[in-house]
């Protein structure tokens, strides 16, 4: 059994930013059951002035990756569902408030890199949902929006600003970074640094042991540890 190196470094204790899956974001709101599995563009609900929003969605062509970046759009998301399939798949959830902005939205690939665009309305968003192999390479950075990971293995490196990421029995290197928001880790294994800038870090550990060290550290916010 190898140790567990866990340092919660707490270098104030201020506000307390809410880590429930619900956000608001100039009239729209997303939301999902709490600890829901979101693999399908139905598991988000998104309104915009309390009115359902138009969805649609895209699969979108990445080939055969050996890494994978994905930048959501402003108030958009990324949940990422580990040992799937054998590659990367990526599903683009659109949602606007109206037919001509839903038909704005354009999901591109460059290089390694997924990101989406649309109208300067703003009145709509793009949440994806990535499918990746055992030993997964990724790149995830969201503004106003949620990063997911569920039974991911690999490298990962995910920054969110103005949102929270949750990492849920998840294992590898991974290197979770939030502003203004909070960051969580349920089980797993692995080499594991979660970093909040105004928001708690919470770290629940399962099991009888833990396969490697966490680093967790916040500033202006708590941080909570649960052992069995």
Known sequence: MRRILLALCL????????????????????????????NNCGAVRVTFNDRPAIRAEESVPVGSLRSLSVRAPQNGGVYVIGGTSSGYEVTACKAAWYDDDLSQIRTRVSGNEVTADGPSSGEWTVFFIVRAPRGASLDLRTYNGPISL???????????????ISAKESSGTMNLETENGPVSLDGGSGTMKLSAEN?????????????????AHTQNGPASLRIP
Do not use: K, Y
């Open 199 to 215: 928001g708690p870090v919470s770290v629940r550990l399962r099991g009888t042991s833990w396969d490697g060290n966490i680093e």
């Open 150 to 164: 569920r039974g991911v293995n690999g490298t990962v490196t995910a920054n969110a600003t103005n949102g929270p």
């Open 11 to 38: 270098l104030a204790l201020a506000t307390t930013l809410s880590a429930s899956g619900r956000h608001r974001n100039h009239g729209m709101s997303t939301s999902i059951d709490d600890d829901d599995l979101v």
